[in-house]
């Protein structure tokens, strides 16, 4: 374990959290911060660094930028947050949200920062490329349970025998589902016709689902390549809410989550198991901390991604 037992679980965001502006007070800051954005600007081989802080804000949602992006300023707000405290922050266990797993695995030790890159960017190309090779779409269906949304979609994919399966069950009442435009079309009437609330979301990819089969069959040879450690602490998968404990374990969890659908809520919840209460979301935004507040209301929620905000956290060490 990183440091001694804590009741702190650390959360990283994925894709959506993305935000012009983004790690530049940190940058501004803490040298740490500065010389892990100049790292992924070397990796990259173009100023990352400058797309977070100047935009252009269209440049910076393009997928394989949006990717690096966000896992460089959460692992920027990670490392000034431990350099100010002067030790590795303790935790009971971490997990990130979809693409937010390989910074949760590199603030663990069980992925470099610089192959965390990489295979970030390269994930966010193949992703851009399967989308445009087979197009679909995404929806929020709010106010329906679970069970009903996973039935819905199983009998919108027999009506109209295009895809459409749940990619997200972020919390209570809030799953998102992904496909083909008509599956997901389908979806989203039956949804309204059993008292849900859908909403389109304005993405062009269909994440996790099957339509990103391609992209995950030539990924995975890039995490083939890639060293992984097994992780210092708990680190919770998305695909089964559970411990990732060995380097197989990893590599199975960052292909099968292409297609699979982030188990988020359960993922909460195992946390809990595991004592955590208090949950800590690292890098920009705040919606896995809305996420929590809905999964687990009794829990103590905080952000680190300002200097303020690590001044505030290092007084609740």
């Known amino acids: 374990m990183s440091g001694p037992i804590s009741n702190t679980a650390y959360t990283f965001p994925g894709q959506g959290s993305q935000a012009v502006g983004m790690g530049k007070l940190l940058a501004d800051a803490f040298e740490v911060a500065r010389e892990t954005f100049a790292q992924a600007d070397e990796i990259l081989g173009f100023p990352l660094s400058r797309l977070c802080f100047e935009g252009p ?4 949602t393009e997928t394989r930028n949006a990717q690096p992006a966000l896992l460089t300023t959460s692992i920027a707000a990670w490392r000034a947050f431990a350099g100010a ?19 949760a695995l590199v603030a663990a030790g069980a992925l470099e920062f610089a192959d965390a890159v990489r295979l970030t960017r390269v994930r966010g190309e193949l992703m851009a490329r399967a989308g445009a090779a087979r197009p679909g779409s995404m929806a929020a269906i709010l106010k329906l349970e679970d069970a009903l ?57 269909p ?38 404990e060995s380097p197989s374990e990893i590599r ?8 699979g659908s982030v188990q988020w809520t359960g993922s909460v919840h195992k946390m809990q198991e595991m004592g955590a209460t208090r949950f800590v979301e690292v890098g ?12 687990a209301p009794e829990a103590e929620t905080a952000v680190l991604r300002t200097p303020e905000d690590i001044e505030l956290a290092l007084r609740a060490l």
């Open 57 to 60: 804000s269209e440049e910076l």
């Open 85 to 103: 405290s002067g030790r590795s922050p303790a935790w009971c266990c971490v997990a990130g949200h979809s693409l937010g797993e390989y910074s």
């Open 149 to 205: 949304v996973a039935a819905l979609c199983a009998r919108a994919e027999a009506e109209t025998h295009d895809v459409v399966q749940v990619a997200n069950y972020n919390a209570p009442g809030q799953v998102v589902v992904s496909g083909s435009a008509d599956g997901v079309a389908r979806l989203m009437e039956l949804a309204r016709e059993a008292g849900g609330r859908p909403r389109t979301l304005a993405v062009s990819i």
């Open 207 to 244: 994440a996790h689902s099957v339509l990103m089969a391609s992209a995950a069959d030539e990924f995975a040879h890039h995490v083939a390549a890639t060293r992984f450690e097994a992780p210092l602490g708990p680190v919770i998968g998305n695909l089964s809410a559970c411990p990732l």
């Open 252 to 259: 199975d969890e960052l292909i099968g989550q292409l297609t």
């Open 284 to 295: 920009p935004g705040d919606v896995l901390t809305g996420l929590v507040r809905r999964i």
